[in-house]
């Protein structure tokens, strides 16, 4: 089946460039998103790059598709206090509205003052 | 605004009690979702809907089940709630392919 997966803890000063990685392994992939969960709250989507993109960039987020190495980031410039969260990469081949998301585990941003 | 709602946010129940989970969304979504989330495994899907009267197992389906007797509601249902089910439950919904998921803000499931 497929399968996300992503560092557990990602630790940056407050200032810095934050970049998150996810790896996952279907081929099939067509919608890849990245959503923010805080603490005891819902997951609330960040953004999203469809495969047949290499780039998205909105404000400070820039997110990068590696379709041949199946591997995708997330780069936050100028990380606050604010961005601290679990950050999860998901997947879908058929959009996100049908069959739901595989996620990955999820990575912890944790900032450093 | 249209929102999406679960209930109870917190829930303390025993093992081999019934429970049931609400979800509530004002979007007249098709699609509804129940994930839970556990440590170390991220989020796995439970059951999902494409509409009234759908319903469809997802990854780890085994003691939980779902009914979509309208557009608006989803309640998951532990029939037999084990301490394997604690858990941070959390409901989701889309207007269809291509669109996002909107999630509630789950709710908090001891079983002792």
């Known amino acids: 089946g497929e399968d996300v997966e992503q560092s557990l803890f990602l630790s940056v000063r407050e200032g810095d460039s934050s970049v998150i990685n996810c790896t996952y392994t279907d081929s099939s992939s067509t919608y890849l998103y990245w959503y923010k969960q805080e603490p005891g709250a819902g997951l609330q989507l960040l953004t999203y790059i469809f495969s047949n993109m290499d780039m998205k960039q909105d404000q400070r987020l820039t997110v990068l598709l590696n379709k041949k190495d199946k591997h995708l980031s997330l780069r936050i410039a100028d990380t606050q206090t604010g961005d601290s969260a679990i950050y999860f990469c998901?997947?879908?081949?058929?959009?996100?509205?049908?069959?739901?998301?595989?996620f990955g585990k999820g990575t912890h941003l944790i900032i450093q003052p | 605004d249209a929102e999406i709602t679960q209930s109870p946010r917190h829930k303390i129940t025993e093992t081999g009690r019934q429970v049931t989970l609400a979800c509530h969304q004002t979007w007249n979504h098709n699609n509804m979702f129940w994930y839970r989330q556990d440590l170390g495994h991220g989020l796995r899907l439970i059951h999902y809907s494409y509409g009234v009267h759908d319903t469809n197992k997802g990854e780890v389906s085994d003691g939980y089940s779902v009914s979509r007797s309208n557009t608006e509601d989803l309640p998951l249902t532990l029939e037999s709630a084990a301490s394997s089910q604690t858990s941070v439950y959390f409901c989701a919904s889309s207007g269809g392919s291509n669109e996002k998921l909107f999630f509630g803000s789950g709710t908090q499931l001891s079983v002792l």
């Open positions: 998901a997947e879908t081949h058929s959009g996100g509205g049908a069959d739901g998301l595989t």
